[in-house]
């Protein structure tokens, strides 16, 4: 790649990033970034509404209604990998957890939904961090 051309990848990064900023402050109850937004995968963005997109590939297709939660699962995972504290970890560990077994279950009867490979890759990530960090899932009383 020429010196040149990694003035335009960052400005056109730049330029993404604010394209996106007024999306992420108002969707979602989560509010996610415009960074967290650009780290999910495209079918996200059809639900957080991002301009100038269309076509299926930015959208969940084929899942049931429910299945809108994964993406609220992703954001907590991504929030769980930075810079936070222990508690605060643990409480996003807990609810990707929680989206994340919702989405399964809304999604086992939907054999053409789109994201059942993302959402199994997802799930095996989520349990690598929980062991990684010490996360204890709460035992039912």
């Known amino acids: 790649m020429n ?7 960052a400005a056109a990064a730049f330029v993404l990033l604010f394209a996106l900023m007024p999306v992420a402050q108002s ?3 989560q509010h996610p970034t415009a960074v967290e937004i650009a780290e999910l995968p495209h079918f996200c963005w059809g639900q957080l509404e991002v301009p100038n997109i269309s076509g299926d590939e930015f959208h969940i297709i084929g899942c049931g209604p429910a299945a809108n939660h994964y993406c609220s699962g992703l954001i907590d995972m991504l929030r769980a990998k930075g810079h936070v504290t222990k508690n605060t970890r643990m409480a996003l560990l807990g609810g990707a957890d929680a989206n994340l077994r919702y989405t399964e279950k809304a999604i086992a009867d939907y054999p053409t939904c789109n994201i059942r490979d993302h959402v199994a890759s997802s799930r095996a990530e989520l349990e690598n961090l929980m062991r990684v960090f010490g996360y204890n899932r709460p035992r039912a009383k």
């Open 3 to 9: 010196k040149t051309a990694h003035p335009i990848f």
């Open 27 to 29: 969707q979602m109850s």
